[in-house]
Nanobody, 123 residues
Framework: QVQLVESGGGVVQAGGSLRLSCAAS????????MGWFRQAPGKEREFVVG????????YSADSVKGRFSISRDNAENTVYLQMNSLKPEDTAVYYC????????????????WGQGTQVTVSS
């Protein structure tokens, strides 16, 4: 069982930056592929970025490539989402999730979810 708690959301102007954190419970954090998703009002939850277990390799959605990055600190059981050059269309609730799969890009690939943190980008 893994419990995930996101933090770091808020309001930022377009072009600004924000870093989200996701703290995980449990001793096996390093064995999970971690991902960030987002969901805007009236839209489906969409994959943003992921970081693989074991290798730490990262992969991201085309819409955020070059702007968002993910990293993890296995010693601190924490995964981060660094968001730069934010746009109003990035406004959403951002969720952290954990998966036992090596590559995971769909919501159903993930086994555990955080409660989400709101990110609002003003124009």
């Amino acid at each position: 069982q893994v419990q995930l708690v996101e933090s770091g959301g808020g309001v930022v102007q377009a072009g600004g930056s924000l870093r989200l954190s996701c703290a995980a419970s449990g001793r096996t954090f390093s064995s999970y592929t971690m991902g960030w998703f987002r969901q805007a009002p009236g839209k489906e939850r969409e994959f943003v970025v992921g970081i693989r277990r074991s290798t730490g390799g990262t992969y991201s959605a085309d819409s955020v490539k070059g702007r968002f990055s993910i990293s993890r600190d296995n010693a601190e059981n924490t995964v981060y989402l660094q968001m730069n050059s934010l746009k109003p269309e990035d406004t959403a609730v951002y969720y952290c999730a954990a998966s036992t799969r090596y590559i995971a890009t769909k919501p159903y690939d993930y086994d555990y979810w955080g409660q989400g943190t709101q990110v609002t980008v003003s124009s």
